[in-house]
């Protein structure tokens, strides 16, 4: 389990360009962070630095968790559970087959048909992931999300091509998660209608 | 199963499929060194003494066809962002994809090289020579191919830059194959073989640490 996740000063730059700077915040246990902001104000950069795909250009990330704590990026990223803006699916594969693949890949025991019961694709089970709509393959993104079993959740537009019970289903595990001590951070444009802080980039 | 056996069977699979390129690099060595004794005529001499330098030519133009994917296709569609963050290494994630695209495209080739080897004319003992070449070399034409396919994983079209990134790096393993095989022809001692192993064994060994470098470079990106 996490205790705490503190950025100090962070900075993140492409190329030249500075997309944000100075950004501090400090999550415990339980808690959700929204990160808000315009179209290329650097949501998905914010999220891939924390994910320890990026390098800050100054600052520092520290994650405390029960092991102890570290500001790492790779080792940070073995307690992430990540939701990016693409579902990472393979249309030849089948839903199942996709899902036990990631069961397997992070080595959990979770219940994977459960895990399609929950998000509503039981009966998709065996469809080719290129029979899906947008809305099905999210649903199957949150599905891979739920059996990751990581205690850091991040989010990118995680409402994306959902319809309103897709939407519900999002708000379910964003607080089942929570309460269960884990922490997540969504990066999203419009408010996602869950109570929780929000920074602006 | 773990989580390595998982990514290799996933790659395995996906290989299979529609798309997946096993078939179709099987298909081009074929055509290939088909072609071959058309081209060159009927003197079964010549076609024995070339046989050896033209099917490990074949074989690694053939093992190229589906290597630019190898990391590509997770790039694209988002799953190397979650492989990359599974209890997996990089470094064991590229050797798992390079094991898989061995077992998909260089043992396969591997198997139907003696069939082709009759087309050459090629007596038994270089076929053999042949066949244990293309066991020895080819996991060495897919790890060095990792290391391209990881440095124009985010590029475009990088399946035209790759092979002028890592044909010059093969040539010791076409050297020492054909060169094995000619060797049994003339009926003489050859190390080719045991060069081969020396360098498919080093290739191995190394290319997952500078695949995952050249992945990890990738995915800040």
Redesign the interface.
Known sequence: MISSLTAENLSCARGDRVLFEGLNFRMERGQALAVEGANGAGKTSLL?LI?G???PKSGHLLLIADNGESDDGEER??S?G?L???????P??TVR?QLS??A????SSENTDGALDEVGLARQKHFPCRFLSAGQRRRLALA?LMVSR?PLWLLDEPLAALDSEGEALVRRLMTRHCQAGGLLIAATHAPLDFAMPAIRL | ???F???L??DL??SG????GAALALGFFALVATLMPLGIGADLKVLARVAGGVLWVAAVLATLLSLDRLFQ??FE????????????SLENVSLAKMLAHFLSTGLPLTLISPLLGVLFNLPGPATLTLFLSLLIGTPAVSAVGAIGAGLTLSLKRGGLILPLIILPLLTPAVIFGSAAVSATLDGIASDGLWLLLAFSAAACLLSPFAAAASVRLN??G
């Open positions: 891939r994910a795909f990026l390098a990223g073995k992430i990540w990016g803006h693409q579902d990472g699916l393979k030849q594969l087959e693949f990631f397997a890949l992070y080595e891979r990581r | 199963m773990s989580a056996s998982a990514l069977m996933r699979r996906l499929r529609s798309g997946g296709g997770d569609d988002g799953s190397l962002d979650v492989i990359a963050l599974s209890p997996l995915l800040g």
